[in-house]
Every structure is written in C-alpha cells, then in structure tokens.
T-cell receptor, first 114, second 115 residues
Framework: KAGVTQTPRYLIKTRGQQVTLSCSPI?????VSWYQQTPGQGLQFLFE???????NKGNFPGRFSGRQFSNSRSEMNVSTLELGDSALYLC?????????????FGEGSRLTVL | AQTVTQSQPEMSVQEAETVTLSCTYD???????LFWYKQPPSRQMILVIR??????QNATENRFSVNFQKAAKSFSLKISDSQLGDAAMYFC????????????FGQGTILTVHP
C-alpha cells in the first residue's frame, strides 16, 4: 500500500506570492491533517479535513487555507507569503473508522520564502 | 488548551545502553491519547508507541516502553538496548478524545546514539 504522498517536495517562492501544496493520503484513509514544522515553533497543527469538511483548525491566519476532495486528496494554500512561512509542511492521514489514533505522515513539502 | 512539554532538547546514549526521554502534558480532558513519534533526519515521521489514557498498563513495543503517570501528567519513553538506527528527533504528542488528526506536539528531543 502506498504511503502518504506530498508534492512538491521542495519549492522556493518570494514574498507576496502564493503556494499550493498537495497531499494524497493512504488509500482508504479519509482524514487528512496538515502541520507546519519550523525550528523555532516546532510542529504546529494547521487543520484537519474529513469527508471534504474541515473538522479542526489551528491558530493560523486566514492566509492559510485548505480543502479536501471527494477522493480524500487534500490541498493547502498559503497566500501573500511571508518570510516566516518558510517551513516543512507535513501532511498526515488516518482512517478514523477503526483507527488506533496513529497518524501516517508524508515526507513533507519544504517551502522556502525569499 | 492542551500543552506538551519536553524538557530535554538533546540526549545521548551509548549503543546497547538504555535512555529515557521525558514528557509532561497538561489537559482538562479525561479521554485522550499520548504518542511518541520518531523523525529520523530527512525522513518521515513514524509512530513509536501509543498510550490510551484510560489504560493503567504501560504500553510496550519491543525495545520501547513508556512510563505513564496519569496523576502527574507524565509520559516518558524508555529505549532499551539502543541502536544506531534509533538516532532521531523524538516528539511526544497528545490527542484528545476522537480528535486523532489534531495532535499537540512537544518541542522534541534530539537523540544521538554513540557506537
């Protein structure tokens, strides 16, 4: 079974631009969560989607948004990029039904904002 | 709000020895789960061990075990017979109730294993 796939793996943007990151969960997993990882703030929860609905949202500005499609694939978007948005963005999936609580993480998308 | 604290930014251990990583948490919820995740350098994060709060028995997975002290809100990870492949960043994490997707992470502990 394929793992969680995130694209692109690396990207460089400039301030003011926007970026879209994609996440394909493990087949059969219906919940997708996003996290931001930085050296200073550590791992912070962005949002969680289940059945195309946002279930939970972290404490991030409205520039950060996401969505989930009917096939459970998810995208997150960051608009008007700031230098502080440079981070590793991790996506994780879980089946929910019958879940043991384990999240399965992708390798991440490393965003550099210049 | 829930918080998770890992007070050891870095730890080191000799190969084959035992090391314990500390974690404390704060919550007002009665139903929750605690996890230890491992993030090797430039590799994806994987689950090491999990503990349901309602279970008194400490979880064990091969060389990995936890010491779960619910009243003290403490959740430490013991790695026995440490191996070079155990070198990684270790994160303690909390999930409330059925909010599996919403983890609160500690700041992480970098574990170095010396041959």
């Amino acid at each position: 079974k394929a793992g969680v796939t995130q694209t692109p793996r690396y990207l460089i943007k400039t301030r003011g631009q926007q970026v879209t990151l994609s996440c394909s969960p493990i087949s059969g997993h219906r919940s997708v969560s996003w996290y931001q990882q930085t050296p200073g703030q550590g791992l912070q929860f962005l949002f969680e989607y289940f059945s195309e609905t946002q279930r939970n949202k972290g404490n991030f500005p409205g520039r950060f948004s996401g969505r989930q499609f009917s096939n459970s694939r998810s995208e997150m978007n960051v608009s008007t990029l700031e230098l502080g948005d440079s981070a590793l963005y991790l996506c994780a999936s879980t089946p929910l039904a019958g879940s043991t609580g384990e999240l399965f993480f992708g390798e991440g998308s490393r965003l550099t904002v210049l | 709000a829930q918080t998770v604290t890992q007070s050891q930014p870095e730890m080191s251990v000799q190969e084959a020895e035992t090391v314990t990583l500390s974690c404390t948490y704060d919550t007002s919820e009665s139903d929750y789960y605690l996890f230890w995740y491992k993030q090797p350098p430039s590799r994806q994060m994987i689950l090491v061990i999990r503990q349901e709060a309602y279970k008194q028995q400490n979880a064990t997975e091969n060389r990995f075990s936890v010491n779960f002290q619910k009243a003290a809100k403490s959740f430490s990870l013991k790695i026995s017979d440490s191996q070079l492949g155990d070198a990684a960043m270790y994160f303690c994490a909390y999930a409330g109730g059925t909010s599996y997707g919403k983890l609160t992470f500690g700041q992480g502990t970098i574990l170095t294993v010396h041959p």
